[in-house]
Structure formats: structure tokens, C-alpha cells
């Protein structure tokens, strides 16, 4: 038994939303006394920092280090240096302006409770609850979880998550009391009516993995801002979702436990990137339809194939 074994309860209990896409959102997931004591825990609440050098040097000593995780920084030196000079070369996915640092707590206090909370989201019923909400098999997945802080300039171009991720789920544990107003929170998106093709093609060619998209393809349906509030779904070719992290982080970060359950073994043949998706004119109309035209050749719904060949060849 566990004192959180009421989140496995409110978690099967939840309905499920369709918009954009089929998910679980939850707010006020812990309770009142837990989330208190959560806010309060030293992995949580900071110290507010005078520059970014010194509030690294804080999360350093807290044992957060940063990770590879997409729309970031790989090395401190080259955040620092994007933060002192904007303009200068970095290497994020060119679907993305920022270029930020992501932290992970390495090890939690002793007895704390975001050491309970780790324990708790790596457990086996944990997993099994979320797999039965999703109606997922638990064999051949593995859990990744952990409390990370996100910092200014992170971005992450919308996307639908790769097909290795079984499931996602975020939890916002943001310190800051006005959270909630602040420019970093999660979009959930689908495609703009004209780039709605993109989608289609990833139905129809599952043995391609899925790409990040620009922006201007896609439009935001709602946002994650609620504080205390947790979002899962089981990534597919509509869940897509994108993040821009435009804030001072140096009074409180943006800060999340960040969970997935990883397939063992996919297989995939390739992974087109948005710049294949992008039609360009050229003289022969024949070649500027190609990609489009090879979505519909995989479309198996007849009302599906009509609407895309509206959308794509304008007929």
C-alpha cells in the first residue's frame, strides 16, 4: 500500500476527452495536503537566483543534471552562450526557435516526498494502471519517469510523440503561485486543415516513425496551464502537442514530473521529416503532387480519401 494509491482511483475514474485528441486530463490530481507539502519540498521550491550561472550552479547542487531531451541545449556551455547572444549558432531542430536546458533530479531527498512520489510512478501498479486505463498490453514496456525542470528558451516543435512511446503523461509541480499566467505551458494541437495530409500519411505508412512539425501547421486547442494537474495519452498519429518556454526562470522554473512508458522493440523503415511533407511548385504539377498523392494511395477510408484530395489537390 501506498498513502498515493488514491491517484490509481482518480486516474481510472476519469472520463476521457476527445479534444484535440483522446486523453485523460485531471486537475487537482494530489490532494490538498499533498500538494502542499509537494510545493514545499527543497527539490521543488528553489532559491530565486541572481543570473543563470548562479541558479545552475543551484540545481547542481540539488543533484539536477541536465539531460538530453529534444528542444534543449546538449551542454551547459552552449545554453549559456545562446543566453548571452540570442543570434549566435546553435544546433536545435530547425522546426524551433529556443534552445533550452532540461534538468532531472537525480536523487531525491531521503524519505522526502518526491522520493515517495518517484517510487510510487515507477511501481508496477502504476504502470498497470495506466495501461489498463488505455486498454494498452503491460508486457514488452518499461517506465521512464522523473521530476524535471524546464528552463527559458526550451521548445519543442508540435509533435505526435514516436512510436516507441506506449504512453505519456505530464504533471504540472510548478512553484511559482502565479504559474498558471506564465508563457510555458503545454499546447495540445492538431493540423491546420491544409496540412491535415501529414497525418494521413502517418496512418497510412506506420512502419515511418513520426517527425516534429512547424508551428504554422498546426493550431492550439487548449493549453496545460493548471497547476496540480496531470495529462495522459497514448501517442498516435493526431496526439500532437508542442511547448515554448518564454519566462524568467530565475525566481521559480517551470517543473514537471515527466513520465512515459517505452515500448522494448518497434520496428520502423524510416522517418520522412517535415521538409518531405513540404510541397514546393515547380512546373510539373505531376511532381509537386507526389508526396501528397502517395498520402492518398494509403488512405483507407473512402470519406477519408475524399476529404484528403480535397484538401491536397484543391479538387
Known sequence: MSRFDYLLAKIG??????????????????????????????????EAAADDRQLIDQLGK??????????????????????????????????CEGF???????????????????DFFESAEFRRC?????????EGVFPDVGLQKYLAGYEISPHPDVRAKALTYMINVNPDPASEQQDYHTHY?????????????WRGNPQHDRCWVPWSWCETVKRQSRNNSIVIFAPSDDTLHGVKANYDHLPAQRTQFYGNL???????????????????????????????????NHMPMKENLRRIKQTVLGR
Open 262 to 296: 517505452w515500448y522494448n522493440r518497434i520496428a520502423k523503415t524510416g522517418k520522412p521529416t517535415w521538409r518531405d511533407f513540404e510541397i514546393r511548385p515547380t512546373p510539373d504539377r505531376r511532381a509537386r503532387t507526389t508526396l501528397r498523392q502517395s498520402v492518398i
Open 130 to 138: 495506466l495501461m489498463e486505463k488505455f486498454g494498452l498490453d503491460e
Open 62 to 95: 540539488l543533484s539536477y543534471k541536465p539531460i538530453e531531451f529534444p528542444g534543449t541545449a546538449s551542454n551547459i556551455r552552449d545554453y549559456l552562450d545562446w543566453r548571452d547572444d540570442p543570434g549566435c549558432l546553435h544546433t536545435n531542430i530547425d522546426t
Open 100 to 118: 533550452g536546458l532540461t534538468f532531472r533530479l537525480q536523487r531525491p531527498v531521503a524519505g522526502g516526498i518526491v522520493e515517495e512520489l518517484n
Open 189 to 201: 494541437m492538431r493540423f491546420t486543415p491544409g496540412r491535415s495530409y501529414v497525418e494521413a500519411y
Open 13 to 46: 475514474e476519469a472520463p476521457f476527452l476527445d479534444e484535440p485528441f483522446r486523453h485523460v486530463e485531471i486537475v487537482d490530481f494530489f490532494s490538498e495536503p499533498d500538494f502542499a507539502q509537494l510545493l514545499e519540498a527543497p527539490e521543488i521550491k528553489t
